[in-house]
């Protein structure tokens, strides 16, 4: 009865009394020894991260002659976002007679894993393009740039990867940037002997705008000529109310002596940091009664007004609103439409001026990108609003899609169950690729035609369909709306984990994970109640899908030997050859020389669909393959090619499987030594070549071998 039970559990009906001798096997941990780490080894990898100057004090004349060594410094927020996801560099690449970019800072730049974007390089595109327009100046900069699309896409991971990506760039040597602090031990009224400027300010705001112009111009020069320089650089803006007072002051002091009063400032290196709240600030809206403009602009403080004896001073003004501190990075909001209306005014000033302006204090200049995330519904209300045509005039749209690419949506979730988080368990082959093609096909609008949702999927995912051609890129222009419905990657993941805390066997299989999909459905808030069914529906297709894939996947582990392959692939080339250059085949044995075997080529490509009127185009791209690797110097190898590989691997089944025992593999009962012996290779196999655990390996054996047997004997049976 094992066996059935075996087969139960892979269908995935529950463990009750699953009982079963292969027991979970963990991948043993690694079998390397801790090794010992000294305190000055710890201490030497963080001497290797030191940032050489970050405590050092320059001179503002020091720094004059640094900016003129490298005019980068001086580059605003939206350059320095702009050039950091440069640095991390461009590729480009054709799908399906398409060009597409690809920006690698968008996959995990920073290596450990955290974050990474994949399948939507088009909408990232469009984003790094908003960038770099406005790097240029060429009005983005003047706008909120608004993240949108459905629950669960990327735009969150977006804002994250943008921060850590400044703060990084922060940190070496192109991506740095300077701000200055003011001495002012000269007046008994401080309380401190040092003032930075609240806000991080560029020191060459600190020169009057004549002088500052002139610089400029010479900054450019260089930067053109030294650095390719592909956009102008300017310093906008006044000096913060807090520093121009002190200029001010020391002005005064010094009867306008623009240099006496520069030797009062210190320059230093800038490191942004959410943490410390240095040029990168998030922003999330509390519910609408309890929105505080002071939250953005910031507000008084009502010690330092009891300090300086005047609710104008701007000395007693706090500049830790989030646009503040948002200075020289990013401003990342989540949910920014739900702002009430006034503040959404505040975003107006700060995009459209580069101003912000708090109560009783006067303007603030700021240089920061502002970045926001919204849902359809809160976007559809606010577009709607004809109050707020300003408001949406000011923003610049991206649209953030789920993915519809099956590939790209697997690496999502296997991004997510890696590591730690699985608990060393098993996740056996197809599980999260078939999680991902239900998600995408619910995503799909229906292709019309004879075409179904599944092939539409396969499509999309850059596979062929045997015996037609089909314009991919013309489908996806008349389905517009795709990427904007369907079933979020959160609801996949959360079901995954779930199937992974209910496993008692070390190993859940996609049987298991579309139950859940499947049972969970009207629990979920994400779920649009009304398309549960077709969900359901969907989840049908997929494990039809499912079937077929791992009954080819036993037959290919039943009839593999690369021995075999590689002859019956030497074989079927030989006669190709001969036949596209109307010569005859060498017999080895005989010498003699004989027609090429048209029956022998047609069973192989029969195999895989490949009618009489597409054989010659089949066989003439067969040849090129193998010539392209001659001329690269690579041997022949069937395995290497796809089609290939599977049109020689089912004729190898078709010759093998009059030998198999198939009432063996049916049969509860298989006591034959034989088959046991052979089963006990096969799972070998599944396990060495195709990823799977001794739980998972047994399981498809039982399940998706029966199958195959029971279609072989129906087809015996009708012979
Ligand atoms: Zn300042
Ligand atoms: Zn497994």
């Given amino acids: 009865m094992r066996e059935q039970v075996g087969a139960e559990r892979w269908r995935g009906s529950g463990g009750a009394g699953a009982s079963s001798s292969s027991s979970p096997s963990p991948s043993a941990s690694a079998s390397e020894p801790l090794r010992t780490l000294s305190i ?25 002659e640094m900016v003129l060594e490298d005019p980068r410094i001086v580059r605003n927020a939206y350059q320095r976002l702009y050039d950091m996801i440069l640095s991390h560099g461009v590729e480009t690449y054709k799908r399906q007679g398409k060009e597409y970019v690809h920006y690698k800072f968008f996959d995990d730049p920073f290596g450990d894993g955290a974050d990474a974007v994949f399948g939507i390089d088009e909408a990232l595109k469009d984003l790094v393009d908003i960038f770099e327009a406005a790097a240029k100046g060429l009005g983005p900069e003047r706008r909120i740039i608004l993240l949108h699309g459905p629950v669960a896409t990327a735009k969150s991971t977006i804002g994250r990867l943008l921060r850590r990506g400044l703060e990084e760039y922060s940190k070496t040597p192109e991506g740095r940037l300077y701000t200055f602090e003011w001495d ?5 009224d401080e309380p401190a002997d040092t003032v930075p400027c609240p806000i991080h300010e560029e020191p060459l705001r600190l020169l009057p705008l004549p002088v500052r112009k002139e610089l400029l111009k010479r900054l450019n020069r260089i930067f053109k000529e030294r650095f390719n320089g592909p956009y102008e650089l300017d310093v906008e803006g006044d000096l913060c109310p807090k520093c121009r ?6 002005m005064a002091r010094y009867n306008d002596d623009l240099e006496k009063v520069l030797q009062h400032v210190t320059v230093r290196r800038l490191i942004l940091s959410e943490q410390d709240r240095k040029g990168i600030a998030t922003f999330e809206p509390k519910d609408k009664k309890n929105q505080d403009e002071e939250e953005l602009t910031g507000g008084m403080n009502w010690r330092l007004v009891q300090v300086y004896g005047s609710d104008s001073d701007p000395r007693a003004f706090n500049y830790d609103g989030e646009l503040c501190v948002a200075n020289r990075g990013l401003f990342d909001g989540e949910e920014l439409l739900k702002l009430q209306e006034e503040f959404l005014y505040d975003f107006l000033h700060a995009t459209q001026e580069h101003v912000i302006k708090p109560k009783k204090n006067p303007r603030i200049y700021i240089d920061t990108v502002i970045l926001g995330r919204t849902n359809n519904p809160e976007y559809r209300r606010v577009k709607a609003n004809e109050r707020m045509e300003a408001f949406n005039d000011r923003t610049r749209k991206v649209d953030i899609p789920y993915v519809l690419r099956v590939s790209d949506e697997q690496k999502i979730y296997e991004k997510f169950f890696q590591g730690p988080r699985i608990g060393g368990k098993h996740i056996a082959p197809h599980t999260l690729e078939m999680a991902a093609l239900w998600a995408v096909l619910t995503r799909l609008e229906e292709p019309g035609g004879d075409l179904t949702r599944l092939q539409k999927a396969k499509l999309y995912n850059g596979e062929a369909i045997i015996g037609r051609s089909v314009d991919v890129q013309k489908l996806k222009e008349e389905a517009k709306n795709e990427g904007f419905f369907g079933v979020s990657p959160r609801y996949v993941i959360d079901m995954i984990s779930k199937a992974l805390v209910n496993d008692k ?40 899908e499912l079937s077929q894939v791992c009954q080819e996947e036993v037959r290919r582990v039943i009839s593999h030997d690369p021995k075999e392959l590689h002859e019956i692939g030497q074989k079927y080339f030989d006669h ?30 029969k195999q895989i669909g490949i009618t009489e009127a597409q054989k010659d185009d089949f066989r003439q791209e067969i040849a090129n393959w193998i010539s392209e690797r001659a001329r690269k110097g690579e041997s022949f190898n069937p395995e290497d090619n796809d089609r290939l590989r599977r049109a020689l691997e089912r ?11 198939f009432s063996a593999m049916v049969s509860d009962l298989s006591t034959d030594p034989e088959h046991k012996k052979r089963k006990a290779q096969w799972i070998e196999r599944l396990k060495r070549e195709f990823g799977y655990c001794d739980v998972c390996a047994e399981n498809v054996i039982d399940h998706a071998g029966a199958e195959v047997a029971r279609e072989e004997l129906r087809r015996r049976e009708r012979a």
């Fill in 40 to 64: 000055q080894e710890i201490v030497r990898q963080a001497q290797r991260e030191r940032i050489p100057d970050k405590y050092r004090a320059y001179s503002f004349a020091e720094y004059v």
């Fill in 184 to 188: 002012v031990s000269a007046f008994d």
């Fill in 245 to 250: 007072f002190y200029f001010n002051r020391y």
């Fill in 505 to 544: 066997e070390g190993c859940i299989n996609p049987y298991i994970v579309l139950r859940m999909l499947e049972d969970n459905l009207k629990d979920h808030s994400t779920i649009d109640e009304s398309r549960i069914d077709e969900y359901k529906e969907l989840i049908e297709v997929v494990r039809e």
């Fill in 576 to 605: 190709v050859l001969a036949y596209l250059n109307d010569e005859k085949v060498l017999d080895k044995y005989t010498g003699e020389e004989r027609e090429p075997d048209e029956e022998f080529m047609r069973s192989i490509e």
């Fill in 651 to 661: 004729k190898l089944w078709e010759d093998k499987k009059r030998n198999i025992n």
